[in-house]
């Protein structure tokens, strides 16, 4: 995963991150994403961003002549970031009007989805951490607002508990592996995924 944050001037910015995943056992790239954003800065602690998204899956459907299927998203968040003692704490609240592309038919459903990420550096602490070792903690849990009966016939969608370390080289760059349990309600099941993450963080 990458992941980009470059501010213009003291209220606008652009949000950016990209994204490659695999398939169980690293069998093949299931997924990849690209999701851009504009955001507007209303203080240092608050901030509203508009966005677009768009993932392909490799579904590998026997029998079928298409194995790449398109998603495209619109997306309005709101994050507000604040400090917990040592720890840089931020909030997102984001809710997703989703495209869907499936053999045979397309659907449209909403999403709402609530994200925390808590960072704890780990050498002795500055007003502003600008280098060093850290640890991560985040969740993010997803749910069904709109025609989810085409999605899973339930509001809980899925839920995504990450645990990670890391290195600040400076105020512009991260470097992050970490480990992600992802709760995931199907149609017909639940299930639960392993997932290795390596991320790259820049701000500029």
């Known amino acids: 995963m990458f992941v980009n944050n470059t501010k213009f001037n003291s209220n606008w910015g652009l949000q950016f991150d990209a994204q490659i995943r695999s398939a169980d056992k690293w069998d093949h790239v299931r997924n990849t ?12 602690k608050n901030n509203v961003a508009l966005g677009y998204l768009w993932q392909t899956t490799d579904m590998r459907l026997s029998g079928s002549s298409k194995s790449i299927f398109n998603e495209h998203r619109i997306f309005e968040q709101y994050i507000y970031t604040h400090k917990l003692k040592s720890v840089f704490a931020s909030h997102r609240v984001r809710v997703e009007q989703r495209f869907i592309e499936r053999p045979n038919e397309e659907v449209f459903s909403q999403r709402f989805r609530y994200f925390f990420r808590l960072i704890q550096p780990l050498q002795k602490q500055q007003p502003t951490f600008t280098e060093g070792l850290f640890v991560a903690l985040q969740n993010e849990v997803f749910l069904n607002i709109q025609n989810k009966e085409k999605i899973n016939s339930s509001v809980f969608d899925q839920n995504r508990l990450y645990l990670a370390a890391g290195y600040r080289f400076s105020k512009k760059l991260d470097l992050e592996a970490g480990y992600m349990n992802q709760a995931q309600k199907n149609t017909s099941n639940h299930t639960n995924n392993s997932i290795i993450q390596l991320a790259i963080y820049t701000r500029f």
Do not use: E, G, S, T
């Open 33 to 44: 994403l690209v999701r851009p954003a504009l955001q507007y800065f209303i203080n240092d």
